[in-house]
């Protein structure tokens, strides 16, 4: 908002901060089939990427309806004990889990100018990332090998809170572990209603990146990349000093 100064930023993570493909069998998942063949599992590849298509789609669909979240964990011992036919021992589905988030990380990437962007942000602002996740250490991991897990106050995820965006529990988390007022926050992302609608009925002031103008949103909240953010945040600080 023009005149606006904020103390915080509160980021997105997957589409945000780093680019990602959502889907769960497109990158490739040799290694957690032949886990599965190796523990006696009686399908082919493909039947394979079935399943557990079928599975994750049963945990969204039930997410859907009240954006409660699920732990891979969940999601994994359910799938394990429909492919093996038997209950999993709680090791099989940590190296199961393991091996597939490790594999669904190669359509992780990141992007250039997001790590100096970050950076610049947080010589006069505070920082957080909301993030939907289904496992509670891979968006700190991914920060840590970004460099720039010391630029962050705080990393709340809706696998550790229980619910997803855009529930209005995770906001209040995120705010809560900051110790500040919603309108004391920015928040971006790049879906509307996890990342703009939600914090906006928050009581944040919300940046959508919308490089295809799609959203039904103000045109001085749109961002081409998350790194159009702190030039805009410095325009409308300079807005206030001039008020």
């Given at each position: ?6 103390s915080?930023?509160?980021?997105d ?5 780093v ?35 079928r599975?994750?789609?049963q ?8 954006d409660?979240?699920f732990s ?19 090791t ?67 696998v ?23 309108g004391?926050?920015?928040f ?13 009925r ?42």
């Amino acid at each position: 908002m023009p005149g606006t100064r904020h103390s915080h930023v509160l980021f997105d993570f997957f589409g945000t901060l780093v680019a990602y493909n959502a889907s769960r069998v497109e990158q490739g998942y040799a290694r957690s089939h032949a886990l599965l063949v190796r523990w006696g599992a009686d399908l082919s590849y493909p039947d394979f990427l079935g399943a557990w298509s079928r599975t994750t789609d049963q945990f969204d669909r039930l997410s859907d309806r009240d954006d409660h979240e699920f732990s891979m964990t969940e999601v994994g011992t359910v799938f394990l004990a429909g492919v093996l036919g038997r209950a999993p021992a709680p090791t099989e589905v940590e190296t199961f889990v393991v091996e597939y988030v490790d594999e669904w990380n190669t359509g992780v990437t990141y992007q250039d100018g997001v790590a100096a962007c970050v950076r610049d942000l947080a010589r006069d602002h505070r920082l957080a990332v909301v993030s939907n996740t289904h496992q509670s250490d891979l968006v700190p991991n991914h920060l840590r090998a970004m460099g720039l897990w010391s630029s962050f106050d705080a990393v709340v995820t809706s696998v550790d809170v229980g619910w997803r965006k855009p529930h209005p529990k995770i906001y209040a988390v995120a705010l809560d572990a900051l110790g500040i007022d919603a309108g004391d926050a920015v928040f971006v992302g790049d879906s509307f209603e996890p990342d703009f609608a939600g914090p906006e009925r928050a009581g944040m002031t919300a940046f959508l990146i919308d490089p295809d103008r799609r959203a039904p949103v103000p045109g001085d909240r749109r961002l081409d990349s998350v790194v159009d953010l702190p030039a805009r945040l410095r325009a409308q600080a300079a807005g206030s000093a001039g008020a």
